[in-house]
């Protein structure tokens, strides 16, 4: 009933496409995900998200592509999967915990079609999420099998799922926590043998906490102690009013205002969170199963206090984060009802029994409907701005979607409203000068791009992020035939970002292009030292050295692109034939 439940409300949106936020980073742009080989599954193991140690997901995507390609459904139908066996697992672990089939079964409900669950199961992208969830509850569960059946390979299974969910992403980094509180409920000593149980989960959580924390020190410097403690606070709470109420959903939650105690939300968000926590306290007395039902809640929720800044904006909330933490409040619901059940009279029971079964439709019809907001991009960015609609992060890239779908005028508009909203918006200008330069009005273009780079060219260093004004003012003198101008531009990317490669192989580009073959064969070298695996330097390094002559080094070079990339058939067609010259 509860896979069938699922399938039938998340099924019908299989049919939704890849969203421009994240899926073409992680999927469809990212040729890691689209091979399986000892190159890419390298890259998996060595490398960020940008900024999650995520390998076990990149390696999920790349036998998603091998059976779909990169065909939507295929990468949608998984999630679900996913979600699917983390709901049955829920309803086991339950089980094992409470010998209660309506509890068990009224909470492994909520938990698979809650409106709030729409984002981890329809965005493709969120694959770690699904992901990660499945392997902890597998941990957990594994976990209370040792405990019954004392089996050791029980114990050691639970730990390897546990590994596999921290290689899908480190979320789940407090299932040692977690593991111990169960222990409490169950009035299990907590005694030396109980602490060595947990030694391998706490290595797990402590080693790949550190590994995640190189990832996110970005992201941890962005905003100071007292506003991530102050978003941390909002985001707990807004988490259960959407638990509790699930309305104004959507990707992208800005925080628009001042993160200060003076603004009314952030000091209502304590005095809740101040309630939870006494609330937690005190259950401990009466009810440990409750106490451990809000305990999970608030614990889990934890790890997701880094991810309030990405790329200049602040956010507040996204609705993945709830995925695994929101099982404590539905948990706790299902323990009221049950409860309440059993005070009740048979005919009150079977009324009881109407009413959650009228509450599953209900969220089930609100899933249903949230879901076709995730059917594309501009679906997805219209159904932000119509919740948030002062946002300029998202009527900016309502704006780019629009312009890639060659609705320029509307894009013009949405570009316009965000700059208008925020002045010193560098994408937004940037867009706005795209605009006027396809649309011929190049001194217009110029000015915008030369505004989007002043708001940073003070800056000592600049992230790729950053670069886009000086690639786009560069392309547009080159278009103008304005050689020198444009060289400059290229190679103020590379004076404010050059220990990136990007910025070395485009100005390698621009010489290649106006025939400085020594010059962009130094700045190609540079890109690859910079990334050894930069496979279109190495590509275009090949080209000048078979013009010139070199043929050996040409063919090394091609040799290189396709050991990084297998499936590049013009480096298999050129190396073909520079090796039959050779001949």
Same mark, same amino acid.
């Given at each position: ?396 890239? %309502? #704006?780019?979607?629009?312009? *890639?779908? $060659? +609705?320029? @005028? !509307? /894009?013009?508009?949405? &570009?316009?409203? =965000? ?87 485009? %100005? #390698?580009?621009?010489?290649? *292009?106006? $025939? +400085?073959? @020594? !010059? /962009?064969?130094?700045? &190609?070298?540079? =890109? ?56």
């Amino acid at each position: 009933m509860i896979v069938i439940t699922t399938l039938l409300v998340f099924g019908p949106h299989l049919g939704n496409r890849f969203v421009t936020l994240d899926d073409g980073l992680l999927i469809y742009n990212n040729p890691a995900a689209q091979e399986i080989s000892i190159r890419s599954l390298r890259y998996a193991f060595t490398s960020y998200d940008p900024e999650l140690y995520v390998p076990l997901t990149v390696i999920s995507f790349q036998f998603t592509h091998l059976f779909f390609g990169l065909h939507p459904l295929g990468y949608h139908l998984v999630n679900l999967l996913l979600h699917c066996t983390s709901s049955v697992l829920l309803f086991w672990i339950l089980l094992l915990l409470t010998r209660r089939k309506f509890l068990a079964f009224f909470c492994a409900m909520l938990f698979a079609i809650h409106p709030l669950q729409t984002e981890a199961v329809l965005w493709a992208a969120a694959r770690k999420d699904v992901l990660s969830g499945t392997f902890f509850l597998l941990s957990i569960y594994l976990s209370l099998l040792f405990r019954r059946e004392g089996r050791r390979s029980f114990f050691v299974w639970s730990i390897a799922a546990f590994a596999l969910g921290l290689l899908s992403k480190v979320s789940i980094i407090m299932l040692p926590a977690v593991l111990l509180a169960i222990d409490w409920m169950e009035r299990r000593p907590l005694d030396r043998a109980v602490g060595k149980e947990k030694i391998p989960y706490a290595i797990l959580s402590l080693l790949f906490g550190i590994i995640a924390i190189v990832g996110k020190t970005q992201n941890i410097r962005s905003s100071g102690p007292l506003q991530t403690m102050l978003l941390a606070v909002r985001s707990t709470v807004f988490y259960l009013e959407k638990i509790l109420w699930p309305t104004h959903l959507t990707v992208i939650y800005p925080q628009l205002g001042p993160v200060t105690l003076a603004s009314s939300v952030f000091a209502v968000s304590v005095l809740v969170l101040l309630v939870l926590i006494v609330a937690t306290m005190l259950l401990a007395r009466r009810s440990r199963a409750a106490c451990v039902a809000l305990a999970f809640y608030l614990i889990m929720l934890l790890p997701n206090y880094t991810n309030f800044s990405k790329n200049g904006f602040l956010f507040f909330a996204s609705d993945r984060y709830a995925y695994l933490p929101s099982i404590g409040i539905f948990a706790l619901a299902a323990g009221g009802a049950l409860a309440l059940r059993e005070r009740l009279g048979a005919s009150m029971k079977a009324s009881l029994t109407v009413v959650c079964a009228l509450v599953i439709v209900a969220l089930s019809g609100v899933t249903f409907a949230q879901g076709s907001t995730w059917r594309e991009s501009e679906a997805m960015y219209r159904n932000s701005l119509a919740i948030y609609p002062q946002s300029v992060l998202v009527r900016n890239s %309502l #704006g780019d979607v629009l312009m *890639k779908a $060659g +609705r320029r @005028e !509307e /894009a013009k508009e949405q &570009f316009a409203r =965000a700059l208008a909203l925020d002045p010193t918006l560098q994408a937004g200008h940037v867009n706005m000068g795209s605009y006027f330069q396809q649309i011929g009005d190049f001194d217009d273009a110029i000015k915008e791009y030369a505004a989007a780079e002043a708001l940073v060219d003070d800056r000592p260093s600049l992230s790729i992020d950053d670069l886009g004004a000086y690639y786009f003012l560069g392309g547009l003198y080159d278009q103008l035939g304005k050689t020198d101008l444009s060289i400059a531009q290229f190679r103020r990317a590379v004076e404010k970002a050059g220990k990136f490669a990007e910025p070395h192989y485009n %100005l #390698g580009l621009q010489y290649q *292009k106006n $025939g +400085r073959t @020594e !010059e /962009a064969m130094m700045e &190609f070298r540079t =890109a690859i030292k910079r990334q050894p695996d930069h496979i279109a330097s190495h590509y275009h390094l090949a080209g000048i050295e078979a013009e010139r002559g070199l043929l050996d080094d040409a063919i090394a070079e091609l040799k290189i692109v396709l050991s990084l990339a297998p499936n590049y058939a013009e480096a298999e067609k050129h190396l073909r034939e520079m090796e039959g010259m050779r001949r």
